[in-house]
């Protein structure tokens, strides 16, 4: 697991590495809380979306590029949407990286590139980190609950860490929904605009 010091260390990591080739990086999952100044305290994956210089989202090469300078383990997607980096500290994995690149075509389906596109076409950018939208953020937890909560319909440990993973996504969602009604902040041309994805 990482704490909040660890997830600021391993996104500084990734990032630098990102500048290096030219890339951004938007963190997504549990460390854009950490971005909004609210930071979990701990969590497992630091997952991040990978763009190029523009609005688009980098090669698969680029992921990997990334993968292999920052170390550990890499375990590459066999769709070419992501590649996966273990975190080591001390000679152990303490943690994941998520790489992500999202997928064409994927309307109706999980991290689709048109989402990822608007929503760093629409986020704030700062070095190699952009944020973005909370509306956008707010979707791509959505998706992820439902996205594991399809993948427990079946049995075994598997289902069971699934259906844990989609309650966690879902209590972000009421959590980010909840803090910005309450803050008068939520834009909803945004949220139906990502919503459309």
């Given at each position: 697991m990482l704490d909040p010091e660890r997830q600021e260390e391993v996104l500084r990591q990734v990032a630098t590495a990102a500048a290096k080739r030219g890339l951004a990086i938007a963190p997504v999952g549990s460390v854009y809380f950490l971005l909004v100044g609210k930071p979990k305290t701990s969590t497992k994956d630091v997952d991040?979306?990978?763009?190029?210089?523009?609005?688009?989202?980098?090669?698969?090469?680029?992921?990997?590029?990334?993968?292999?300078?920052?170390?550990?383990?890499?375990?590459?997607?066999?769709?070419?949407?992501?590649?996966?980096?273990?975190?080591?500290?001390?000679?152990?994995?303490?943690?994941?990286?998520?790489?992500?690149?999202?997928?064409?075509?994927?309307?109706?389906?999980?991290?689709?590139?048109?989402?990822?596109?608007?929503a760093a076409s629409r986020g704030r950018r700062v070095g190699s980190i952009v944020t973005y939208p909370l509306e956008y953020v707010i979707v791509l937890k959505a998706d992820a609950a439902v996205d594991r909560e399809d993948r427990s319909a079946g049995k075994?440990?598997?289902?069971?860490?699934?259906?844990?993973?989609?309650?966690?996504?879902?209590?972000?969602?009421?959590?980010l929904v909840a803090d910005a009604m309450r803050a008068g902040s939520l834009d909803e041309p945004f949220l139906r605009d990502a919503i459309g994805h």
């Open positions: 991040t979306v990978v763009h190029s210089s523009g609005q688009d989202v980098a090669s698969f090469e680029a992921l990997l590029e990334i993968a292999r300078e920052i170390g550990g383990r890499v375990t590459p997607g066999e769709d070419r949407s992501s590649v996966q980096v273990g975190v080591i500290r001390d000679g152990v994995e303490v943690g994941v990286i998520d790489l992500l690149r999202g997928r064409e075509g994927a309307r109706g389906g999980f991290l689709p590139r048109s989402l990822l596109r608007e075994g440990v598997a289902a069971e860490t699934n259906r844990q993973r989609a309650e966690i996504f879902k209590a972000d969602v009421f959590t």
